[in-house]
Every structure is written in structure tokens, then in C-alpha cells.
């Protein structure tokens, strides 16, 4: 691999985000810039390495450019050294000298931001989405359900669907598991829920709100077209999840970000191959999606990373190694930006081996290369903008404009004060659903003299179906969400659903 070939291949007619520039011996290269084409974005990506290695700078370095060029960014802050984005960087000599050597001229410049805390924990618009939302297929893989559990909650939720129990938070849920073990009968014909996996899945739920996801899961329900605004001046607002106080709680966050995913693919429309992606979203700690999870949940993630491209959105994991991106989702990433790995234990060397593996032929012995690369270097390879993979390139990475370290708290607040969605996400409301619904169909203080009950025969129970529509508070929700009266919600590839707006 000649300097001449990376020049040729990283050439494109085309609009790219700059990336670095190519190393040779130690010496950097900076009339070979290793870029990537925006059209390419929606063909998704991969950001590896070890930690501290420069993984995330290298998302900052991407979404900052993206945003630049008009495109919306979403990304999860787990560590919260992503905050530093609304702020200009630091300048610093030693940087200075760095970027200058690449051809980077570095000019500090802060980004259009907006801050989102899941269920409001944290600095950040509070961002919820309803139990009916949310889906049983995610549910399962929050609460750690097996195969059997997990589709005993897609009964629950299909009987909850139909009936017109409207599942907002994690107590209509509950009531609703609670009245299906109290009245089994109701289940009837459409497969039996065991005491015992309602027991379970309970539980579970108990556990759940006790982890803060009360405050998760409600309303208001998060718009993601929310996640699609450019400022004034055409560039791409990012959007910063804030995750510190949640990373004892990795599946809910996760889990939450395949819902985004999900709702994004469900109701964004076709646009083929878009010039330039409508969204770019960047997942870090990717691994955590993955552990663990059900074969349903990885089939839909693989779907859906497949499928959300022709809606111009591109996604990148970013993770230590491949190896935590089940092998169907790898096969499907465009760009590889692989930062250094360790070759301490024999499970590195494997890890090694097999990220050595699915780079495509290269000049280098990438075996040794990626143990040798500096910190803010990677191997990159990318699709060019006629869709063949780019010429693997050792390359020094780009240095952010924005900040690399966290922001300063009130910056953060600022942000969010000043955000036009304080007003509409800032207050969580609690609506008639489910569990007012059921409560008051067990409470005996139904008035006595409602003629609808005295008509009625005295052996003809009304079914669940009857009483909730007869009942005052559901009309009053089928009024006030103009939700689709009686009829089953149509559900996702990823079980996620969305009333209409
Ligand atoms: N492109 C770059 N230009 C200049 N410095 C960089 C660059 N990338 C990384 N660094 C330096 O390396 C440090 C670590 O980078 P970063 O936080 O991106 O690592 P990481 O791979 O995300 O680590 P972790 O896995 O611990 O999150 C940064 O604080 C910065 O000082
Ligand atoms: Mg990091």
C-alpha cells in the first residue's frame, strides 16, 4: 500500500467528513487525508479499541463535523466527557502542533447541543416513552426474562392491546399481570400465562421501578422527530443522552436506545440513499446492548440495522472490541475506524486475531500494527462514495474543535433551560390507563344506579372488553390520546409501538 494508493482511494467527488491523515513510519502524511464520504454514513460504521485509546474523541471528532454539515446527531454520553461538545475547545500548543501536522486547522468552536437525562435523572430534557411504546420484545431484555417469560409478556401485552388498556407506565403493566393472575379465564384461547411466569415477570417489574425506571417510563412520550432539528443557520443539533447516573443501569439505557432505533425505523419515511444521512446516531458501550440478550431482540437489532438505512439513518457501535457486535450486525458496518488493542492474555490475542480478521487485505500485518497504534491513531477503512471499501489506512486521528473533557455543569444547564422542548417533556403526567382502568373495575363503588348495569342479565358477566369501554375514565383516554378504540396496536419488527399523533 503506496501513500499514492490511500491519496486515490480517500478521494471522492463528494462531500466527507476528515478523519486524519495517513501515518508512514511515525511521520504523518497530510496530503493523504483518510476521510469518509457523507452519503456513506447511512451504511453504518464501527469505532473498536481498548480503553482509553480514542474511541470517543473519534465520535466527537465525527458527529462535531456532522453537525457542521447540517446533519442531526444522537449520541450517549456515558461517561459524560461527551458534554464538553457545547463548549469551544481548549486551545494547546502540544494540540497545535498536532493537528497542524495533520493538516487540521484547528479553530475551537462549540456545537449546537441539547442535553436529554432518561426519566429526568440527571441534568438533561427528560426523555420517557410509554410501557405501550416501549414494546414487550425490549421489556423482556431489560428484565432479563428467558424465551418462555418473554413470550408470556407479548401475550400480556397483545391481551392488553386489544382489550384497550392503555400501558403507559410500569403500574399498568403491573395491574394488568396482576388481573390476568386474579381472572386466568380472560387469557383464554389465545394461550394460558402460568401463575408462576406472571410471578416472575412481576417481580422483575418490582425490581425494575426500584432501579428508578418509574421515572423512565410515562409520559410525555418522547417524539424522536425531536432528534431531526437543524438551527437556524442549517446546522445539525446534537443530541447528548446523559447517562451518568444510570450506568449502574446499563440494560435500561441500552434498551432504551434500540427503542429510538426501533421508532425511528417504524415511522421515518424511505428515502433510498440519501446525499447525506438524515440522522447519524452513535452507540458507545455498544457491548452492553448485546450481552446477554434474547435471540429475538438480537434478530431485530440485526433487522433493524439493516432495514433503517434506506430511512437515511446511519448508525456506528462503538465498543472494545468486534467481538461484542454479534457477527450478522458486523457484517453489515461500512467504516472501521479500529483504535489500538491489547495483546496482554491469550483471550486478547484471540480477540486480536479475529479483529485482524475481518479487515479486508491489506500491506500491513495488522496483527502487529494494531497493537502498535498510538493514542488517537486507528486503522481505518471506510466505503468509498461508489461503495467499495477504501484502502486500509494507518491514520492519526483529527483532534474535536470542542471540548474534550465534560462541560462545565452550568453550561449544561444553560442548555437545558434555554431548550425550546423544556415546556413540552419537562413535566411527567400521569393519565387514566391501564391500572385506574382495572382499579376501578375491581372497586365495588361502581354507582348502583347506572342503567347500563341494570339492563344487563344478571348471568351475563360483561367481559373485560365491555367494561373498559363502558367505562368513564377510558373514555375519557380515548378522547384525550385519541388512541384506536378496541383495536389491536400494530407493532414493529421490534415489538415498539406508537400512538398516532
Ligand atoms: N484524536 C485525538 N486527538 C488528540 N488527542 C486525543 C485524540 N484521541 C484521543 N486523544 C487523547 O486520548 C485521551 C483518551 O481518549 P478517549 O477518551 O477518546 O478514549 P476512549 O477510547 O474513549 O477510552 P474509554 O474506553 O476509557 O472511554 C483523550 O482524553 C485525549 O487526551
Ligand atoms: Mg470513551
Known amino acids: 500500500m503506496t501513500t499514492d494508493d490511500v491519496i486515490k482511494g480517500y478521494t471522492f467527488a463528494e462531500p466527507a467528513l476528515d478523519l486524519g491523515a495517513l501515518l508512514v513510519d511515525g511521520e504523518p502524511r497530510p496530503e493523504a487525508q483518510v476521510r469518509i464520504p457523507l452519503r456513506m454514513l447511512n451504511r453504518h460504521g464501527l469505532v473498536a479499541g481498548a480503553t482509553g485509546t480514542g474511541k470517543t474523541k473519534t465520535l466527537q471528532l465525527m458527529a462535531e463535523q456532522l453537525s457542521a454539515a447540517g446533519v442531526p446527531v444522537f449520541l450517549a454520553d456515558i461517561k459524560g466527557d461527551l458534554s464538553g461538545m457545547a463548549q469551544p475547545g481548549e486551545p494547546s500548543e502540544r494540540l497545535r502542533a498536532r493537528t497542524a501536522a495533520l493538516g487540521q486547522d484547528r479553530t475551537p468552536q462549540a456545537c449546537p447541543t441539547e442535553f436529554y437525562a432518561l426519566g429526568g435523572v440527571g441534568d438533561g430534557i427528560p426523555l420517557r416513552a410509554t410501557m405501550t411504546a416501549f414494546g414487550p420484545t425490549l421489556l423482556a431484555k431489560v428484565l432479563g426474562l428467558n424465551e418462555t417469560q418473554e ?240 484502502p486500509v489506512a494507518w491514520t492519526r486521528m483529527r483532534a474535536p474543535q470542542s471540548r474534550m473533557a465534560p462541560a462545565d455543569p452550568a453550561v449544561v444547564q444553560g442548555v437545558v433551560a434555554a431548550s425550546p422542548l423544556l415546556p413540552k417533556y419537562g413535566e411527567a403526567i400521569d393519565r387514566q390507563s391501564a391500572y385506574e382502568i382495572l382499579a376501578a373495575k375491581v372497586a365495588p363503588a361502581e354507582d348502583p344506579a347506572q342503567p347500563v348495569d341494570r339492563a344487563q342479565p344478571v348471568e351475563a358477566q360483561p367481559s373485560v372488553l365491555e367494561s373498559v369501554l363502558g367505562s368513564q375514565v377510558f373514555k375519557s383516554f380515548a378522547r384525550s390520546a385519541a388512541s384506536s378504540l378496541g383495536r389491536e396496536i400494530s407493532r414493529s419488527i421490534f415489538g415498539t409501538a406508537r400512538r398516532r399523533r
Not at 380472560?186 to 425494575?208: C, D, E, H, M, Y
Not at 446534537?238 to 432504551?256: C, G, H, K, N, Y
Not at 452492553?288 to 437515511?312: E, M, N, Y
Request: proline letters at 6%; aromatic letters at 8%.
Open 151 to 390: 413470550s408470556s409478556l407479548g401475550l400480556i401485552f397483545h391481551y392488553a392491546d386489544t382489550q384497550g388498556l392503555p400501558l403507559l407506565d410500569l403500574k399498568d403493566l403491573r395491574s394488568v399481570i396482576q388481573y390476568l393472575i386474579d381472572n386466568p379465564e380472560a387469557l383464554k384461547g389465545v394461550g394460558g400465562l402460568s401463575k408462576q411466569t406472571a410471578g416472575v415477570i412481576l417481580r422483575a417489574l418490582v425490581n425494575l421501578s426500584a432501579e428508578g425506571a418509574d421515572r423512565f417510563f410515562g409520559e410525555p412520550e418522547f417524539d424522536t422527530a425531536d432528534l431531526m432539528r437543524l438551527t437556524p443557520d442549517g446546522r445539525g443539533v446534537v443530541s447528548i443522552l446523559e447517562l451518568p447516573a444510570l450506568q449502574d443501569r446499563p440494560q435500561l439505557f441500552s434498551t432504551f436506545l434500540m427503542w429510538l432505533l426501533a421508532d425511528l425505523f417504524s415511522h421515518l419515511p424511505e428515502v433510498g440513499d440519501p446525499d447525506r444521512p438524515k440522522l447519524v446516531l452513535f452507540l458507545d458501550e455498544a457491548h452492553l446492548l448485546f450481552t446477554d440478550a434474547s435471540k429475538a431482540f438480537l434478530r431485530s437489532v440485526t433487522q433493524t440495522v439493516r432495514l433503517i438505512r434506506s430511512k437515511g439513518v446511519g448508525v456506528f457501535f462503538v465498543t472494545q472490541t468486534p467481538k461484542d457486535v454479534p457477527a450478522d450486525v458486523l457484517a453489515q458496518l461500512g467504516a472501521r475506524v479500529q483504535h489500538a488493542l491489547r495483546a496482554f492474555t491469550p483471550q486478547d490475542a484471540k480477540a486480536l486475531k479475529a479483529t485482524v480478521s475481518t479487515f479486508p487485505n491489506s500491506g500491513y500485518d495488522l496483527e502487529e500494527v494494531l497493537t502498535q497504534l498510538g493514542i488517537g491513531e486507528a486503522v481505518v477503512t471506510v466505503l468509498s462514495d461508489q461503495g467499495v471499501p477504501t
